[in-house]
């Protein structure tokens, strides 16, 4: 079993950054690709980003490309999601999740393990 515990979110002018970051405890970190989703009012949970178990490849929504840079430190336990030039469309739930390393695909929600309670990002214009 793994918990995954986000935090970071809150309320920020449009153009302006936010770092969420996501501890984890539990089965070793390492053995999880770790990946962020977002969820705002009235649609679907949607993939945001995803890092490999080494942290050795990131992938991302097309829609947070050249914005948003995910990143891990195994020996803290940690993912992270550093969010830049942020927009009123990125208001959102933002969630943590987990995934183990034999997965292969990343957007269908129900490739991932593991997910946190989710922390709220409001970006205002």
């Known amino acids: 079993q793994v918990q995954l515990v986000e935090s970071g979110g809150g309320l920020v002018q449009a153009g302006g950054s936010l770092r969420l970051s996501c501890a984890t405890s539990?089965?070793?970190?390492?053995?999880?690709?770790m990946g962020w989703f977002r969820q705002a009012p009235g649609k679907e949970r949607e993939f945001v980003a995803r890092?490999?178990?080494?942290?050795?490849?990131?992938y991302y929504a097309d829609s947070v490309k050249g914005r948003f840079t995910i990143s891990r430190d195994n020996a803290k336990n940690t993912v992270y999601l550093q969010m830049n030039s942020l927009k009123p469309e990125d208001t959102a739930v933002y969630y943590c999740?987990?995934?183990?390393?034999?997965?292969?695909?990343?957007?269908?929600?129900?490739?991932?393990?593991?997910w946190g309670q989710g922390t709220q990002v409001t970006v205002s214009s």
């Open positions: 999740a987990a995934q183990t390393v034999f997965n292969i695909d990343y957007e269908p929600l129900q490739s991932w393990n593991y």
């Open positions: 539990g089965r070793s970190f390492s053995n999880y690709n």
């Open positions: 890092i490999t178990w080494s942290g050795g490849r990131t």
